[in-house]
Each structure stands twice: as C-alpha cells, then as structure tokens.
C-alpha cells in the first residue's frame, strides 16, 4: 500500500514558479514510475508529467515542456513538479500517482494523491 501527499499548490501571479512535492509512504515507491496530472474546473484530468522509477527518464506534456521539470529524491521517498513561467491556463488541481497500470500517459494508475491547488493570475 501506497500513501501519496501533495503539496507547494497555491496562488502565484503569471511569469512566476511554484514547487510541487508528492510525499509517499510505502517501501514500492522508489521501484515505480510516477507520474503528475492536473484537473482543471469542468474539465477531465490530463497528464502533466512522469519520471521513471530511477529518475533517469522523464516526459512531459507539450503544454508544459521547457516550463516544468519533474525530479525526485527516492532517499526522500519525494518527487517533485518544478513549475516555471507559469500560466493562467496552468490553473487546476494538481495530482501525483504512482504504480502504473497502463502507460504514464493515461491515468491508470493504482495509488493517487488528493491533489493541491495551483492558482495563476493573469
């Protein structure tokens, strides 16, 4: 079993970064891909961004790339969604998973977070 917990969500005006971490209990983690998703109001859940198990692969959105970098720490148990030159169109709720069931794209995936908020003012 698998706890996953969000932070670093919350208001920042256009141009600026937020830091996401998707603190995890379970000893699987560090073994498992793990991916962030983002869910804006009316609209259905759509991926973000994913890191391999070792860290040494990663993949992005084309909305996002070369604006957020997705790390983590195993040691830490934490991965983290570094978000630059932020958009209003980046406004949602933000949610880190892991273990997945299908590929890192969809959101199949067994254990999810609750999900923090990010706010972009224009």
């Known amino acids: 079993q698998v706890q996953l917990v969000e932070s670093g969500g919350g208001l920042v005006q256009a141009g600026g970064s937020l830091r996401l971490s998707c603190a995890a209990s379970g000893r699987t983690f560090s073994r498992n891909a793990v991916g962030w998703f983002r869910q804006a109001p009316g609209k259905e859940r759509e991926f973000v961004a994913a890191?391999?198990?070792?860290?040494?692969?990663?993949c992005y959105a084309d909305s996002v790339k070369g604006r957020f970098t997705i790390f983590r720490d195993n040691a830490k148990n934490t991965v983290y969604l570094q978000m630059n030159s932020l958009k209003p169109e980046d406004t949602a709720v933000y949610y880190c998973a892991t273990d997945p069931r299908d590929s890192v794209y969809s959101v199949s995936y067994t254990y999810w977070g609750q999900g923090t908020k990010v706010t972009v003012s224009s």
């Open positions: 890191i391999s198990w070792s860290g040494n692969s990663a």
